[in-house]
Structures are given as C-alpha cells and as structure tokens.
C-alpha cells in the first residue's frame, strides 16, 4: 500500500505546484503510515526529479512512453491506472489544475476509486476517510467521505504550501504498456508563455478591475507585481472589454486562486469575483467606493483613486526595497 | 451530427448560502434554481454551431439527472433553444453516480459531441465531464475554451496551464468546457419559451449505481476580520503592516 503522486513537468521542469503536490503527499503518507511514491511522466533529467526529494520524496518512479508525448486523458489515465496497481496505491493524489481536472475523473472510473476534488487540507479523518474541499465556489467547505478503498485526492493550488523534508530519492526509470491506439488528441498549434510565473503558482496577485479606467492604466499595477515579484490578473468586465488578456481573468468562471496576498485595485468585488479569489490569505482592497463589498472580504484597504494611490505604492515598496 | 448537453442545476450563483439539519442539507429556502453556468455556456455554442447549416448539426439535447424539481431548469433549456431533453429521475448522489446514469443515455442515445461544463458551482468537482467519458471509452478534451467545425470536423482549444493548445479529436467525444466557449448565455425568446412547453422531456429510470462519495456536513468560511483602513496619502502604512503585521511581504 502506498499514497501516489502524479507531479507535472513542463518541459522536463517542475514548478512550484509539483513541489507542493509532493508536500502534501508526504503529509498524507505519514498521516496514513504508508510510503510515499512519487510519479513523473516525460523527459525529466535526474537532477531536475532529485529536486521532488527537498520535499519528502524518497521513491521516484520515472515513466516516459512515446503514447504519453501528447497530453490525451485517456492514455494519461491508463497509464497511471497501471502505475497506481502495480505500487497497490491506496490514495492517489493530482492536482486540481487543468491536467489533474482533465486525468483524475476518467482515473476514478477505471479504478472505481472515489474522487475529492479541490481538497485544500490533509484528511480529517481517515477511517473514515473524509477529505475538506470547497465548495459552492468557496461560498462553503463540504467534508466529504470517500468510501472507496482505492481514493483519489486533487489537490486545490496554493492550498498547502511547500513543507520541507529533504533527503536523498532513488530513482526507478520503469514503464508500462500504453496501448498509443488510446490516444486519439491531436495536437496542431500549441501557445505557451515560457517562463511566466503561472497565475495560479503565484503567492502574490496585483488585480484590476474596471476602476483602472482603461486599458492604458495598467503600467504601475504591472510595476507593482513585478516589484513584489507577484502576477498579475484582474476581473471579468477587464477581460471581457479585451483590456487584459482572458488567461488573466480570476472569479467564478475564470481561474480560482489562492496567493499568500491578493491585491484588488478598482474591483468592487462582486459575488462571482470573490468566488475565485476568497481562499487568498490576505486581501487587500482600493477601491473609491468605502461600501464596495470587497471591502468585507478584504483585511486591509485604501479608500481612494487607484491612479492615484498605485504610484505612491510602487513608490513605496521600492523604498523599502532600497533598505 | 448530433449535440449532447449535459446540464446541472445549481443555485442561482449569487445565493447567500446557508445549511440546515446539522450542516448536512443546504437550505433550499428562496433559492433561485438556474442552468450550472458552464453548461448554460455548452448550451449556447452549441446552438450557436447549429444555427450555421454548414455544420450539419441535426440536434442539440440536453440530459439532466435529478428530480421532478428540476423540470424549470430543463424547460429553460429548451425554451433557449435545445430540441430535447432527457431527466434521470433519481436523486445526483454524487459525480460518479451521475456520469453513470448519463453514459446509459448515451448509450441508448449515440451522440457525437457531448457538452459538459468544467464543474458545477455547487460541488466544484470537475469530474462528471471525465467520468463519463471513461465509462464510454471514448476521448475527452478538458478544459475547452472553443470550438468550431472545420470541413465536418470538430476543432477545439484548450487551456493548459502556461498557454493554450488547438487540438482535433475524431467523434463521438466529451467536450469539458470553461469560460470562452461562447461570450454570453442565450436568452430564451418569447417564442422560444412558447413552444418549449411542447418539446419532449424524456424521463428515464436510473440504472442501479452506487455513489462512491457522501458529503458528511458543510461549513461556511470562518469569517474574515474587520478591514483596517489605511490613509491612501500614506499607503507606506500599508507595506509596513504587510510586512509586520501579515508578514506576506
């Protein structure tokens, strides 16, 4: 018996979201008394995967399949089906970003395995095994029981964090049969902004909204996620004016993210925008509106004109950083 | 080629929820009931991918698995413009029960697009779309964000994380899709509304299926603490007290 995780690559390099899956299942390893094994699929050279061992990994298993070259869910999902019997995995743990959303439901059903998607904490119990994960788009938390024997788990970002466990890891290069007639995705342009911190990585979010005022305003907003080494995003109306671009748009129907710290610059803070962005550590708000609701959701906030108060802000951090 | 949409209904996403019975049941007090937004979404582009003949779309249905109770959300449905509807008339128990009842729709029902929205506002799983595709056997592509027929073909884009990819996949296949499918829902019209009330509502008995899951209690989020308000002349303060105070800087 063993507790499994899947951690991504992106183009044989990890990213913070692999380490912290890695994190979290060491946690759950130990919480369960079970080992820890770690799975990587793709090219990854050793000392990119020695990496996963800073947190907890100490068994690697390295698979790379030509069937496996494009991201097709089913043959993703057979492939670790055959990884999870073969190490008797009793939970499987992937993340709950688009490649997690995309292998983990189809995983469920070949290995008739109960999935909690989006859990943001280890279990709270587990006999029974019941897993937090948010729900009605963080309007609530549901505490849900997985009665299955075989359990997967994926993970929400930024959720739990990077704890560190170092050690060295054996690496086991293995691989399983992949049927390629499985995969049926065809891959015939591919966009990637390679090197850009992933929104949903970052620990600091700089946002705007409409009171930004126009697409023209967005130079100290950027200055001051750069600054502070954070991404930046903004609302719905942003994105959909074409201000900014959609990758950018966080809420209930773009992306979900959780950073250490959001700042909101001219958001109001609507139902639908706090959907996506409650589960932030820390909220900060400006805004010109003192009754705008992203003041309740917000710990600390600036009752002004954002042209005005972001350049002071970026001021002020550089200040800071001069010391 | 034949369009599935598969529809949930969910509170109205503005609801201030709250639970009764120990947590374990949401209040349905006052609730407004709507089409899970992503499918709402589905259910446009699909309609919209009908209305141009030269995609040879015959059908756009929508299947639903829940009670009598959520007939408004279906008629809705197809009052925007679905031809029919197929209802599962059981209680959703969880994902893997619903993908279950929907996959022996489909299997008694072939159609070559399936439509699922990326998750429901109410579970936030993000699993049936996948689930079903698994118990059919056949591709899923997650994560949509358009699609288009070129030459009879489907060709979609997908978000992954750090860019998008344009991807083709032969038919039948699930289609999980995001925001950008289509820009705004469709209203249904006067007319559509009219002759919505006439459209079939297939009800079907579920196949026997056993929920993998059961949601023990809700809670709500703790509540956030009070705003501290600090002078927009000095937003300095502000950096101190990330600093000291939140320590995030």
């Known amino acids: ?323 | 080629m034949k369009i599935l949409v598969c529809i949930s209904n969910v509170p109205d996403t503005t609801t201030r929820v709250r639970f009764v019975e120990n947590n374990k049941k949401l209040d349905t007090n006052g609730i407004q009931w709507v089409i899970n937004p992503w499918d709402e979404l589905s259910l446009t582009r699909a309609l919209e991918l009908k209305d141009d003949p030269a995609n040879g779309i015959q059908t756009v249905a929508v299947a639903h698995v829940g009670p009598a109770s959520a007939e408004p959300t279906i008629r809705k449905a197809l009052a925007i413009g679905a031809d029919e509807a197929f209802r599962v008339n059981a209680e959703p128990g969880d994902a893997y029960f619903v993908a279950a009842q929907l996959a022996e729709v489909v299997k008694a029902n072939p159609f070559d697009i399936i439509f699922c929205g990326i998750e429901s506002s109410d579970y936030n799983n993000s699993a049936v779309g996948g689930m079903l595709a698994e118990f059919l056997g056949i591709p899923s592509v997650s994560s949509v964000s358009s699609i288009s027929i070129r030459d009879g073909k489907p060709v979609l884009t997908r978000e992954v994380d750090g860019g998008k990819e344009t991807v083709s996949v032969p038919v039948p296949f699930v289609a999980i899709v995001q925001k950008g499918i289509a820009k705004e829902p469709r209203i249904a019209s006067m007319r559509g509304i009219m002759t919505a009330r006439t459209k079939p509502i297939k009800v079907l008995e579920p196949a026997a299926t056993e929920p993998l899951t059961a949601v023990q209690e809700f809670e709500l989020p703790p509540a956030r603490k009070k705003c501290t308000f600090v002078d927009p002349e000095n937003p300095k303060q502000l950096i101190e007290l990330l600093q000291n105070e939140a320590k995030v800087l």
């Open chain 1, 1 to 323: 018996m063993a507790v499994l995780v899947y951690t991504e690559n992106w183009d044989g390099s990890f990213k913070k979201l692999s380490f912290e899956l890695v994190s979290y299942g060491a946690g759950l390893a130990s919480m369960l008394g079970k080992p820890l094994v770690v799975l990587s699929i793709g090219n990854v050279a050793s000392s990119e995967l020695e990496k996963l061992g800073k947190y907890g990994a100490r068994k690697i298993l390295s698979l790379s399949d030509p069937a496996l070259q494009v991201f097709d869910s089913q043959a993703y999902a057979e492939a670790i089906a055959q990884v999870a019997t073969r190490e008797q995995a009793e939970v499987i743990v992937l993340s709950n970003n688009n490649t997690g959303k995309a292998i983990a439901p189809r995983l469920s059903v070949k290995l008739k395995a109960g999935l909690g998607a989006g859990v943001s904490k280890l279990p709270l119990s587990t006999n029974p095994f019941v897993v937090y994960k948010r729900s009605f788009s963080g309007n609530a938390f549901a505490h849900v029981e997985i009665k299955t024997p075989v359990k997967i788990i994926t993970l929400a970002q930024n959720s739990f964090g990077l704890v560190e466990n170092p050690g060295a890891p054996s690496i086991e290069t293995i691989s399983v049969p992949v049927d390629p007639a499985l995969v049926k995705t065809t891959v015939t342009e591919a966009q990637k902004q390679t090197g850009k911190l992933l929104l949903t990585d970052a620990e600091i979010v700089v946002s705007g909204g409409r009171g930004m005022k126009s697409p023209d305003n967005w130079g100290p907003l950027v200055e001051l996620a750069e600054l502070l080494g954070g991404a930046t995003a903004c609302s719905r109306p942003v994105s959909d004016e074409g201000w900014r671009p959609h990758e950018e748009h966080t809420g209930q129907t773009g992306k979900i993210i959780a950073p250490n710290l959001y700042i909101a610059v001219g958001i109001s803070g609507a139902t639908q925008h706090l959907a996506g962005v409650s589960s932030s550590k820390v909220i900060v708000a400006i805004n010109t509106d003192k009754d705008a609701p992203i003041f309740e959701a917000a710990q600390y906030g600036i009752v002004g004109d954002a042209m005005k108060v972001l350049p002071k802000l970026v001021e002020a951090v550089k200040e800071i950083k001069h010391k």
